[in-house]
Structures are given as C-alpha cells and as structure tokens.
C-alpha cells in the first residue's frame, strides 16, 4: 500500500524547494550589471552644496540638501582648520545665546526647533592654535547636532564622511535668494 | 356587545373579498386564511370601549394591534383596516354594500395621529410625491424592485427602519391618557399597555414576510441592509419631560413646534441612538404628571412623512498576500503635485481588479507595513486586505480565483497576489497582531575586498541590539527619536566574480530601517554594517523575502 502522506509530504518539500530556487535566483544580480564603485548614500540622496570661504577666508563648509528639505551642514575637507598639525581637539556647541547641543526637538512638527539665519553660529571648533567658528550656511531650522563630536572630536580629523560635523537643519530657503546673495554655491556631483 | 358570531362572518365575508380586490399578492390564500383567522382571535380579545376610544381619537388599526402588544405576522395581512374592528365595537353598517364599504375603509383618509400613516403605508416619496400603497404587500413589492434595480445579489437581508421622534412623543401621550382613563379596569392591570410594540417593530412585522417572499431569502442578521427612513418636514420638538423636585419639567431639545420655517427645521430625521434617547427620558417619568405636560387629544396631520429607501451592504473584505516584483511601483497611490510618482502602485492594481467585480461603489486598500518603491517583495508576500464598500454583488469562490489569476496574468508583471479569498471581520484581528518579524535580502558593497573572516563575524551575531536615531530621509515627516531595534540573525551570500559586493540575508524586528543599518545614516545607526566591518558600506537594492505572519498564508 501507497503511503500518500508521505508522498505529500515529499512534493511540499519539493514544492517549496522549487519556490526557494526561484526567489533565489531573482536575488542574485548579475555581476556585469553592477559598477566598480557605487554611488554612495549621500551622492545618490543629497545634493551637495560647497561654500568656500564661508565670512572668512578658508572657512570651506558644504551642506548636503536632501529631496524632502532637510540639510546636513559640515566642515569640507580643505577647511583651515585641518591644516594645524594637531588637528581638531575640541568641539564646543555652546556658542551665541545658547548651547545648541541642549536644545531637545521633539515630534513630527519638531517643537522646540529654533531658527537660524545662514550666519548664525552652530559651533567651534578648536585646535591648539585657534578656534574655529563654523556658521549655519543656510537659513532654517536645527533639528539635531552630532554630539559624539563632544566626547569624540577626533572623529573629525578622521575626514571620513560620517564623522564629519554633522548637523540637520530642516530649511526649505535653499535654492532660492541665498543662493546668489551669500556664497558661491557649487553644486559637487560626479 | 356586539353578536361576535354574525359580525365575524361578516368580516370574513369582507376580507375575502378586499383580497380579491387587490392584485399583486404572492401570499397564498389558505395561508391568508389561517392569519385572518387568527387575526379575528386576536381583535376579538381586545376591550371594546378601549379600542372605540382610540378609533374616535384617530389612531389607525395597526397602531391600535401593537399598542395592545400584538406581535407577529398579523401585521402583513392586507385584511387589516377598521372594519376588522368594528365587528368588536359591533358598529353596524347601515344599507351600504359591503364590499364598497370595506373598499371605502380600506383606503383611510385621515392619516393616523399616532404613526403619521406610517403603519398606514403611506408616505412622500424622495419626488414629494405622496404614495399611498394599499397594504403590506405593495409596499413590500416597491422595496423589492428597488432591490432589484440597482442589481444587488443577496442571499438575506435586514430591515432597518428610523421614525420621526414625534411618533414617541405621540405614544408617551396616548399611553398615559389610556393608563389614567382605563387603569383601573382589570385588562389593563394585565399591562398589554407595557407591551406595546414600538411602531418600527410593527413595520418590520408588516414587511418581513412578504420582503421575503418576493426577495426569496430571509430576513435577520444580514451583510444587506434596506433602511427605510421616516421624517416629518414640519419641525418637531422632542420634549424629553424629567422629573423634577416641582413635578413637570420640559426640556426642548429641538425647534419650536410653532415654527414651520422648513428651513431652520428641515428633516429631523433620527437614528436608533435617538430613539433610545427619547425612550429613556419618557421612562423616567412619573405618574403625577400634570396634563400639561403632554398633548391630548393628539395633533391631527395634514402632511405623510418623507421616506427615503436605502439599500446598503456592509463592507465586504478580500484577504491574501501581495508580492511585488517592480522597483518602480509603490505600494500606495503617490501623487505629489499632480505628478504620479513610479508607473503604478499595488493599491491599485489590486483593488481595480476586485471592485468593479463586486459592483461596490469603492474601495480602501489595507496592508500589513509597507515597504520603499524601490523594494521588491518577494517569498511568500506581505498580507493585504481590501475593503469593498456597498458592493452589489459577492463573487464566488470560483470567481475569486478567477481573479487572482487575472491579476496574475498581467501583462506587465508588476505585481502578485496569493491566497486570495473573501474575509469577514476576523481578517482586521489577523491583520493587527502584533509586529512580525521580516526577513530581508539586502545587495551591499564594501570598500575593501570582502575576507572569510568577515562572514564569520556577521553570522555569530545573534539577537544583536541596534539604535536607530530617525533616518534623515523621513525625518521631515516623522519625530526625532532614537529607536532600539533587535536585528536577530545575519549571513553573508558571496556573489560570484565580485570580491567587494555580496548578499547579505537578514532577520530583524519589525520597524527596523534596512538601509540605514547599512550605511549607517551618516554615524545616525549604530551599529551598523560599515561599524562591524571597519569600512565603508553601501546598499544598492533591497528586497523583502518574508513577513512572518499567520494570516492568509497557503492552506
């Protein structure tokens, strides 16, 4: 006698094993598609900004524009800060009228956010010789400050993109009158 | 009192031939027979001097059946009208034929004061236009052909009806003058008052039957709903009396009944809950009420209520699972500035397929998460439900199928669907529980040539706790919060002829995001894959390979 339980069994098994194969073979790509060096996340979902000079020679900053808006603003690599030997040594939010590493944005209408002109100050930067003032390039609201740079700003002489000084601001100004008016935006894409 | 006997053939003699007279009756007649026969037990039983007094009043005969508490089918027959009556109250007609007579009463001028001709069957229908159906019967057969026009397929069906409040008010009345008139005679101390049958039961009594009959299904608990809506253009005040430490206290709880301004006033028309409402305050109400406090004898009408027929399903759901195979359609419709944003999206490549087969008037998309445009989902698919509103007709099994198949057979494979099949209610509770797991197939790419060592590293890491600060490309939308998220297993897939690319399968908590667990959002999710393995990492395509749920899964 046939036991057709076990036969059942047995074409599940199959069944799903043939399932398996299929998904598996629409998830591997094919390697002669795929480019030598991809696009990273910032140069596929940003476009990014190049302030030179920013209100003082060497003062180079850039800021990554998002679709929906919101800005990363940081310290460009040829920044004159980079240039003393000891590199960054400290980071100091509390600049202006208050420490912006304490301002607490809460909820989807981000309460609590406050706004700032493309001059206002973000923070300092300090190296044994100098101190630094970085600027908010762009006017809008700060959302969230990097603050591990408090404890770790190391981090930025590092030059690794997600280490540098990297600060939300949610601005819906950019591309219009600031742009011609302050600086010479330029827009860095491959 | 009056010969019963003589007066009973007599009636007889009449209602047969008021049944001959009217057409349309899909009630055979030796059943009519029985509940003429019963309905002449029934009025026999009812105190004479009491059933005189509320005909002089104006209360038509159906009121005056279910004030007494007489419940059931009785209501339907055709026969009903005040010459039944009058073979109690032993009224005589004098010289007269009889069949005209009866043909005379049978069409009551006077609307009754009580319902407002509503148990009269007579009404405004939505052109203003004042209708009179002769009996249970004619009403039904217009609510059936309404049915029947707008092309639903039904199986069963419930009778909702909705009265004016004045008819309450109006009950309250009669009740008390009754109970302060008769309350000492002994068949009141039996309480029939108490029982009284509110006039939508009695409706509902009238129409049940014939609906059936002529609908071919039955009456009950039902998906179908056919609403008949009473209302009174004139305004009408719901006086709710409360009891107070002085004895009688109005509260007016709508316009003024002098008012006839059709603007200020326009339909009051009331739902269930208002009825309850009004019920209840004329529950409380005491018996040393003054007469003011209620109007008797009762307002005489001029004007039938407005009725409006409604015919409505309840929604109808469709369970099963989607796959998506394209990167470039959402899962929702998207439209940002008149702009479509991707070539299409599953909510309407579903829900186009299923609606117009049921004939609904719309319809609402449901799924269980969600996942980007440029997500595929893949493996056994992510569960759906799709809401059918007022759909006029429920495809079978077979046609369900049919449509699982059409929706898979698209040209364009943009979009599959499993397990297709209608749901009840049951299908939200499957859709809630809980937050699954997911299980995803990421494409990533390092910045230094992949090492054995490193699949290793990835694949110990169990149960592994990120935390997730809210990614910068939902940020706009979304609160700023830092989210503790559990990624429970990993493993390396190398990929044949690339030493920096690779698959990486992953399990995580639901809520976790997949690429920014990758990137790492610049520093903004740690761990993340660039942390674990010192270097630069980016993710090209995801694809989501399951979502562990129970619901709707291949039996």
């Not at chain 1, 101190?131 to 762009?138: E, L």
């Not at chain 2, 209602?15 to 009519?32: K, R």
């Not at chain 2, 009463?105 to 209708?131: M, N, R």
Request: aromatic share 6%; hydrophobic share 35%; glycine share 6%.
């Amino acid at each position: 006698m046939k036991d057709h339980s076990v036969d059942h069994t047995i074409n599940l098994e199959h069944e799903q094993e043939q399932e398996q194969d299929s998904l598996h073979r629409i998830l591997v790509p094919d390697v002669r598609d795929l480019p030598l060096t991809p696009p990273s996340a910032i140069e596929s979902n940003f476009v990014s900004y190049f302030a030179p000079d920013f209100t003082k020679p060497g003062h180079d900053q850039y800021v990554y524009r998002h679709a929906n808006g919101l800005c990363v603003i940081g310290l460009a690599r040829t920044h004159v800060a980079f240039k003393d030997t000891s590199g960054i040594t400290a980071v100091d939010f509390n600049v202006g009228k208050s420490d912006r590493s304490g301002i607490k944005v809460t909820g989807k209408r981000k309460k609590n956010a406050q706004h700032f002109e493309s001059n206002s100050a973000l923070c300092k930067v300090n190296t044994d010789d100098a101190s630094y003032i970085v600027r908010c390039c762009v006017k809008g609201s700060l959302l969230e400050v990097n603050d591990r740079l408090i404890k770790q700003p190391g981090l930025l002489n590092s030059l690794i993109e997600k280490d540098t000084l990297l600060l939300s601001c949610q601005n819906q100004q950019i591309g219009s009158k600031s742009r011609g008016r302050y600086w010479a935006l330029k827009s860095i894409r491959n | 009192m009056a010969n019963a006997n003589t007066n009973n053939t007599e009636a007889e003699h009449v209602s047969i031939d008021s049944e001959a007279a009217h057409v349309i009756s899909a009630v055979e007649e030796c059943h009519d027979d029985d509940d003429v026969g019963a309905l002449h037990d029934v009025v026999q039983g009812l105190p004479s001097h009491a059933v005189k007094d509320l005909l002089s009043v104006g209360v038509c005969t159906r009121c005056i059946l279910r004030l007494f508490g007489i419940r059931g089918n009785i209501y339907s027959i055709s026969a009903i009208s005040p010459s039944i009556l009058n073979s109690v109250i032993g009224e005589q007609r004098h010289g007269e034929d009889i069949s005209s007579n009866s043909k005379e009463s049978e069409f009551e001028e006077v609307l009754c004061a009580l319902c407002l001709g509503i148990l009269q069957f007579t009404y405004c229908d939505d052109k203003e236009i004042p209708v009179k159906k002769e009996s249970a019967n004619d009403m039904a057969v217009a609510i059936s052909e309404l049915v029947k026009r707008e092309g639903y397929q039904i199986d069963s069906f419930s009778l909702e009806v909705s009265v004016p409040p004045i008819i309450l008010e109006n009950e309250h009345s009669v009740r008390l003058y009754m109970k302060r008139k008769y309350g000492t005679e002994p068949w009141f101390q039996g309480g029939p008052f108490s029982q009284s049958i509110s006039a939508k039961d009695a409706l509902k009594f009238s129409l049940a039957k014939p609906l059936e009959t002529l609908l071919d299904c039955k009456s009950g608990i039902s998906n179908f709903r056919i609403g008949l809506t009473f209302s009174h253009k004139a305004s009408k005040v719901v006086q709710s009396v409360a009891v107070s430490k002085q004895g009688c206290k109005r509260i007016k709880t709508g316009n003024s009944i002098d008012s006839l301004d059709d603007s200020v006033a326009g339909d009051i028309k009331c739902s269930d809950l208002a009825d309850a409402t009004v019920e209840r305050s004329f529950d409380g109400l005491q018996d040393n009420e003054s007469s003011e406090c209620f109007k008797f004898p009762l307002q005489k009408v001029n004007d039938a209520c407005h009725l409006v027929l409604l015919c409505q399903r309840t929604p109808i759901y469709f369970g099963g699972r989607y796959l998506k195979y394209s990167r470039n359609v959402s899962q929702t419709r998207w439209i940002i500035d008149d702009e479509r944003m991707g070539e299409a999206s599953v909510e309407e490549i579903i829900g186009s397929n299923i609606q117009p087969l049921c004939q609904g008037d719309n319809y609402k998309f449901h799924a269980a998460g969600r996942e980007d445009i440029d997500v595929r989902m893949l493996g056994s698919g992510r569960p759906f439900l799709v809401e059918v509103q007022n759909a006029h007709r429920i495809p079978s099994e077979a046609f369900v199928r049919e449509i699982e198949t059409n929706i898979n057979n698209l040209e364009n494979k943009l979009v599959g669907v499993k397990n297709l099949k209608v749901v009840g209610i049951e299908g939200w509770t499957m859709m809630r529980e809980g937050e699954a797991e997911k299980q995803y197939a990421a494409l990533v790419w390092i910045s230094r040539p992949l090492e054995d060592v490193d699949l290793d590293s990835i694949s110990s890491l169990k149960d592994m706790q990120i935390l997730q600060g809210t990614p910068i490309r939902v940020l706009h939308r979304r609160s700023p919060l830092q989210r503790e998220k559990i990624i429970h297993w990993m493993k390396i897939e190398r990929i044949g002829g690339s030493s920096q690319y690779f698959l990486l399968h992953l399990c995580t908590q639901a809520g976790t995001y997949i690429k920014e667990f990758v990137h790492g959002d610049l520093g903004r999710t740690h761990p993340s894959i660039g942390s674990i393995l010192g270097c630069r990492a980016e993710i090209l395509q995801l694809d989501v390979t399951d979502v562990k749920m129970d619901c709707f899964l291949t039996e």
